[in-house]
């Protein structure tokens, strides 16, 4: 057996030091890009908590809006009181949030408008009520409204 003329079949020094710097090279910008991915998942996990938010807050305005016979502003104590004869409920507006019983609403209102009759009022009756709620930079306008009863021109 002549060992001299064989010839063992491996990779060099330097084909080697390629591929692990190829290697490397993708690796690295697969991470990157995951990060990114992540970045992008926050940001929509983001957005969507916030738009949850004013959207409950909404149908919770819309059904005591709806349940309730009267509804009043307050303005010396930011205060909506909505009434019947089984019950009170009232929303306290504070700057980044909104208290109603035991719920919170963690949302920043701004503008804020109450109506009655189509008309803008302050602490009285009210029948409608439009603000927005977000960031500056992400404001969602929320209208919500009720049909008056006869008995709320009857008590006027």
Same mark, same amino acid.
């Given at each position: 057996?002549?060992?001299? &003329? #064989?010839?063992?079949?491996?990779?060099?020094?330097?084909?080697?030091?390629?591929?692990?710097?190829?290697? #490397?090279?993708?690796?690295?910008?697969?991470?990157?890009?995951? *990060?990114?991915?992540?970045?992008?998942?926050?940001?929509?996990?983001?957005?969507?908590?916030?738009?949850?938010?004013?959207?409950?807050? *909404?149908?919770?305005?819309?059904?005591?809006?709806? *349940?309730?016979?009267?509804?009043?502003?307050?303005?010396?104590? &930011?205060?909506? =009181?909505?009434?019947?004869?089984?019950?009170?409920?009232?929303?306290?507006?504070?700057?980044?949030?909104? =208290?109603?019983? *035991?719920?919170?609403?963690?949302?920043?209102?701004?503008?804020?408008?109450?109506?009655?009759?189509?008309?803008?009022?302050?602490?009285?009756? =009210?029948?409608?009520?439009?603000?927005?709620?977000? !960031?500056?930079?992400?404001?969602?306008?929320?209208?919500?409204?009720?049909?008056?009863?006869?008995?709320?021109?009857? !008590?006027?």
């Amino acid at each position: 057996m002549n060992l001299e &003329n #064989s010839k063992i079949k491996a990779f060099t020094l330097t084909e080697m030091l390629v591929v692990l710097l190829i290697t #490397s090279i993708v690796i690295s910008l697969g991470f990157s890009v995951l *990060r990114l991915v992540q970045q992008q998942m926050y940001t929509i996990g983001g957005i969507y908590e916030s738009n949850t938010e004013a959207n409950l807050l *909404r149908q919770s305005l819309w059904v005591d809006f709806n *349940r309730h016979d009267g509804v009043w502003y307050d303005e010396q104590r &930011n205060e909506l =009181v909505f009434a019947n004869e089984l019950k009170n409920t009232v929303y306290q507006w504070q700057q980044d949030y909104v =208290v109603k019983e *035991r719920d919170t609403f963690f949302l920043k209102t701004h503008e804020a408008t109450y109506y009655f009759n189509g008309l803008p009022t302050q602490s009285s009756e =009210v029948d409608a009520l439009d603000f927005s709620v977000g !960031n500056e930079g992400k404001k969602q306008r929320i209208v919500v409204y009720k049909t008056n009863a006869a008995t709320t021109y009857l !008590n006027q």
